[in-house]
């Protein structure tokens, strides 16, 4: 169940060189010249591997899109292995396409995606990103931003509008598979985030399979928003969770096996929200305690079997923030999420 069989050999290569953990960098940008002139950065990408790009501790990834706005972008076929840093971060950009693309390999977050607009990321594989060995050395790794695959979390609230999140795999990541917006309520069409899976997400304080929150470019989700179409499996905390604001939340074709928690449609509220009306749906999901199939070498010494629960659904009082629990928990006293 845990092995993604894939090709990390692409015929066109991008191999960076080790110096002091800086490797290549592919950055597409909007700039203006001093004498004015306006250069507009444009990147299509097909069948192309960057070995060893991006740089150590920072956010400046092997593909990175800063302040790309005039013109349309596409990353398909290609892969993305073993950097010192980030796979991709695209940050104030728009007309961002993902298709089919691997990203293996990276410490503290393997994509990221933030203060972005019309992007589509599909059918792609985020896997094996590590935390940071320097901080964890020195006892901080608590302390650190981590995931697999994040959208607009790291920039929260501030709007993402036009995402679309759709049959991608996170595998053997920190902290969480997915980070991302919600959905509207009864919106049975929806190509925000769906059809995603994640499995054998551990460490970095949390181990989600989705950490989703309701989406800032939509009023209406103050009052209701949904996480739907979504499988997680092999977590050290929930599948999917939520934790954040709103009057209603809904979780429904959720499939949840071998998680230490199935889903947590969890609400926060803050101060006299606490004794409002609200209300957590969790309808046609599927919730396995274990899976039947072991997958430890040796079951006796080598598997750890947690406490589980198939279910969460509380409202949360939160006094710290307005926005609810912080989607990306850096301090012990606010994580884990489900907590």
């Known amino acids: 169940m845990r092995g993604e069989v894939v090709s990390l050999t692409r015929n066109i290569k991008i191999i960076g060189t080790n110096v002091d953990s800086f490797g290549c960098q592919l950055l597409t940008s909007d700039i203006m010249e001093i004498d004015g002139t306006e250069r507009n950065g444009v990147t299509n990408l097909d069948s192309v591997e960057f ?30 292995h073993n950097s010192p840093g980030w796979n991709v971060n695209g940050l104030r950009s728009k007309n961002l396409y993902f298709e089919n693309n691997v990203f293996f390999g990276a410490k503290q977050v393997g994509v990221g995606f933030n203060q972005v607009m019309s992007t589509v990321f599909m059918d792609n594989i985020v896997a094996h990103v590590l935390p940071r060995t320097d901080l964890e050395s020195m006892g ?18 501030s709007v993402c509008p036009g995402l679309s999140i759709t049959r991608n795999i996170a595998a053997g990541v920190i902290y969480a598979g997915f980070t991302g917006p919600a959905h509207d309520c009864r919106d049975t069409t929806q190509q925000t985030f769906r059809d995603n899976v994640a499995h054998s997400v551990s460490g970095g304080l949390n181990g989600d399979g989705a950490v989703i929150f309701p989406d800032p470019s939509k009023p209406a989700h103050k009052e209701c928003f949904e996480v739907s179409q979504f499988a997680a499996y092999k977590c050290t905390d929930a599948a999917a969770i939520t934790n954040f604001p709103a009057k209603e939340v809904t979780m429904h074709s959720i499939t949840s096996i071998d998680n230490a928690i199935g889903v947590a449609a969890m609400i926060g509220v803050d101060g006299i929200g606490e004794y409002l009306d609200h209300h957590s749906l969790v309808r046609d999901c599927k919730i396995y305690a274990e899976s039947p199939i072991p997958d430890c070498p040796d079951e006796a010494t080598q598997c750890k079997r ?34």
């Open 51 to 80: 070995e060893f790009g991006g740089q150590k501790d920072t956010r400046k990834a092997a593909i990175r899109f800063e302040n790309a706005l005039s013109n349309s972008h596409s990353v398909v076929n290609s892969v993305v």
């Open 140 to 157: 901080m790794g608590g302390l650190d931003t981590q995931g697999g695959a994040l959208f607009c979390s790291l920039t929260y609230p």
């Open 306 to 339: 947690i406490a589980k629960s198939g279910m969460v659904v509380s409202i949360h009082s939160v006094t710290h923030s307005q926005l609810g629990i912080e989607i990306h928990c850096t301090k012990d006293m606010h994580c884990p999420l489900s907590k």
